[in-house]
């Protein structure tokens, strides 16, 4: 049930084969201060049939109601195994829908991950085709795109087309419009740049265990062979460095593991656990480093 001022109401209608059936009633508002709420009668109920939203695609989806005619709708787009792909999310008071989508390696396991960015010229709920591209000649981003090549340990990382999606909204050739269809560029010039690299990229240990080796971040200084990666090693400690921590009743190093992970600043944070995954020890490693403080005396 929804109040709304005007005698028209949008309703993206994402539902399955069947009819939508509605009813209204006038409301009036008496009384000094206008709180009074009297309802009138409702009318009689109207209906009209209902296409089936893409029929040929797995989706789930979910509308949320607010005050004043507001309302957030959200539907998440499957392939057949079920993952997920594409997540579209509608808000009511915004003119466009805000699109993110998910793309997997060959084993499966996530690892593109596009950040959600509006999407122009599109206004209803809808799955977005070719949404990521390479370049505006390809088809959507496949693992072919941005998976290692076989005799080569350096990751693919392809810069995306600034026409589509949201390399095209984290760009300079942003041209997204307001409400009204005039452009805003105030606005948009506070848009910082991914330069091809709106998304995050996640590669795993080739050993089965899907542990995570390496992730980047967003743009181009971050992005995967940039050198600022997020990179995961994982091992077992020295028997010398756990009767270090917590003498020679911890037991046999072979029952402990070991991680370190290097931030993209080269901060290594080291992480100790026993057999049942609970962390134990943490620690920075590195080089020491020299800290100079000043004094400001203020007469």
Not at 282 to 289: Q, R, S
């Amino acid at each position: 049930r929804v109040i709304v001022k005007n005698n028209v109401y949008d309703l993206n209608v994402a539902h399955e084969d069947g009819y939508l059936f509605w009813r209204v009633r006038p409301v009036a508002y008496t009384g000094s201060d206008f709180k009074s709420r009297v309802p009138g009668l409702w009318g009689g109920s109207n209906s009209f049939p209902i296409v089936q939203h893409e029929p040929l695609l797995n989706w789930q989806y979910q509308i949320t109601f607010s005050e004043e005619e507001k309302s957030k709708e959200v539907i998440s787009y499957y392939d057949g195994s079920l993952r997920s792909r594409q997540m579209v999310t509608k808000i009511k008071s915004d003119p466009y829908v805000i699109a993110a989508e998910t793309h997997y390696d060959y084993q499966g396991r996530q690892s593109i991950s596009v950040i959600p960015s509006p999407v122009e010229d599109i206004t209803s709920i809808q799955y977005i085709p070719n949404l990521t591209r390479v370049s505006s000649t390809d088809s959507n981003l496949m693992p072919s795109d941005y998976e290692s090549m076989l005799n080569s340990c350096v990751p693919v990382s392809p810069a995306l087309s600034s026409s589509f999606g949201a390399s095209r909204y984290y760009s300079t050739d942003n041209s997204m419009a307001n409400s009204t269809g005039k452009e805003i560029p105030s606005f948009n010039h506070f848009i910082p740049s991914a330069q091809g690299y709106p998304y995050t990229q996640t590669l795993y240990t080739p050993d089965n265990t899907n542990r995570v080796k390496t992730q980047s971040g967003l743009g181009n200084t971050l992005r995967m062979g940039g050198g600022h990666e997020t990179y995961s090693y994982y091992g077992v400690p020295t028997q010398t460095e756990l009767d270090a921590l917590f003498g020679n009743n911890v037991g046999y190093a072979t029952h402990y593991s070991k991680t370190m992970v290097m931030d993209p600043n080269g901060q290594l944070s080291v992480s100790y656990q026993n057999l049942r995954g609970q962390v134990i020890a943490t620690a920075l490693a590195g080089d020491a480093l020299l800290f100079y403080f000043f004094w400001e005396l203020a007469l």
